[in-house]
């Protein structure tokens, strides 16, 4: 298509912004043709951490309809800071103290993922995981920021086992937020940080795709890894790779 014009074989992307100022399309023929700005078949789980100030009532949902409501564990939404939307996740370094949302097949990391997490770390005392599952100390994946400021992935499942991380740290102060993003592309990992593809180590190479874990999603305390202290907003996970730079959002996913 020319700028600024729609055609019928277009695809928008997330970083795309559609203005119509006239013409002959029509909301049925745009939704043919595109999605709505992050939330597609390939998202399977989505959470913005809306809500009052407080509160321990929470939801998320896949772009196909589903609803997953959360348990709160010593902690609750805080409208004292967001990245986008009324509120976010604040958690408090205590591994006690969590929130959990059920376990379902839909997250399962199989050969290609995406997860991205917004994070305002408020202190870097002890490594943070962001989002993670622990069916077992013998069965659990991780993605989260060292103590070290590098990101980094854990996965464990019997002898299936990966370890990533970013090469060198990240430039993180707190108070700021920042997008994180791990993406597995069959067995070639990739690191984002703000859409920004960053270097990566790998310690141990994944040899094929990860095992389901029964066990649920869970933000704040509790992993194992370390348990961070700040604010967590827009988690998302996709059953698709993103392998290189790509826009980081200025809005809500819808």
């Known amino acids: 298509s020319t700028a600024g014009n729609l055609e019928t074989d277009d695809t928008l992307y997330v970083s795309d912004k559609l203005n119509i100022t006239g013409g002959n399309s029509t909301v049925e023929e745009i939704n043919a043709v595109g999605t ?8 399977t789980y989505l959470n913005h951490f809306n809500g009052a100030n407080g509160s321990t009532t ?31 996740l604040a958690i408090d370094g205590n591994p006690a103290n969590f929130v959990t949302f059920p376990d379902d097949d839909k997250w399962t990391l199989g050969t290609n993922f995406r997860i ?13 995981a962001l989002a993670f599952q622990r ?10 920021l060292t103590a070290a400021k590098k990101l980094y992935f854990q996965y464990y499942y019997a002898a299936n086992l ?8 990240v430039t993180i102060n707190a108070g700021e937020w920042h997008l994180f993003t791990v993406s597995y592309s069959w067995n070639t990992p990739y690191l984002f940080f703000d859409g920004t593809s960053i270097p990566v180590t790998v310690s141990t190479a994944r040899t094929g795709a ?27 996970i996709l059953n698709a790779a993103t392998t ?5 959002q200025t809005e809500e996913y819808y």
């Open 116 to 128: 991205d997490v917004w994070y305002r770390p408020t202190n870097f005392s002890q490594a943070a």
């Open 58 to 88: 929470n939801s998320s949902t896949s772009c196909d309809g589903s609803t997953f409501t959360a348990t709160f564990t010593n902690l609750t939404l805080s409208t004292a800071q967001q990245k986008f939307g009324t509120a976010s």
């Open 210 to 236: 990860f095992t389901n874990l029964v066990a649920p999603l869970q933000f704040g305390g509790g992993s194992s890894f370390g348990d961070g202290t700040g604010f967590i907003d827009e988690a998302r």
């Open 244 to 248: 290189s730079y790509f826009t980081a």
């Open 36 to 43: 709505s700005l992050g939330c597609d078949s390939t998202v």
């Open 162 to 169: 990966a370890l990533i991380e970013s090469t060198s740290a």
């Open 135 to 144: 069916e077992s100390a013998s069965r659990t994946w991780h993605f989260g």
